[in-house]
């Protein structure tokens, strides 16, 4: 059975909304960041699998449809370390806890928007 994997666009836009930062809560870590040819960058995040993108993988679940694991819902920012240790040791991870990480990162992410916005006075976003 293939891997449901995310979309390009589902991945970075999960990347986004997590400001470009691993989701782990005691990690955060920037994960993109400029190459040395002033035309790339380079990326130590991933999209990662909330819930398992194959049979066998990690917290998988097999109510949900492809469709489903390919949601960006199903999908969590983190950077290459946090996103091995957590599929390595998955009973350390629930999806719950997972999906609470997820809330959190974006939530940070759009408190320092906030911030960035006041210290700019600027009137809205």
């Known amino acids: 059975m293939p891997r449901d994997e995310f979309l390009k666009s589902i991945r970075m836009t999960v990347a986004i909304r997590a400001g470009f930062r691993c989701s782990r809560p005691d990690c955060g870590v920037i994960t993109c960041g400029p190459h040395s040819d002033p035309e790339r960058w380079l990326n130590l995040g991933e999209a990662a699998h909330i819930t398992a993108a194959s049979p066998g ?45 997820k809330v959190a990162a974006e939530t940070n992410a759009r408190v320092a928007l906030e911030m960035n916005r006041q210290s700019l006075g600027a009137s809205t976003l």
């Open 57 to 101: 993988g990690p917290r998988y679940d097999d109510s949900l449809t492809s469709d489903q694991r390919r949601d960006i819902s199903n999908a969590i920012w983190l950077c290459s370390t946090c996103a091995t240790l957590v599929d390595a040791d998955e009973s350390r991870h629930s999806v719950a806890e997972l999906r609470d990480w």
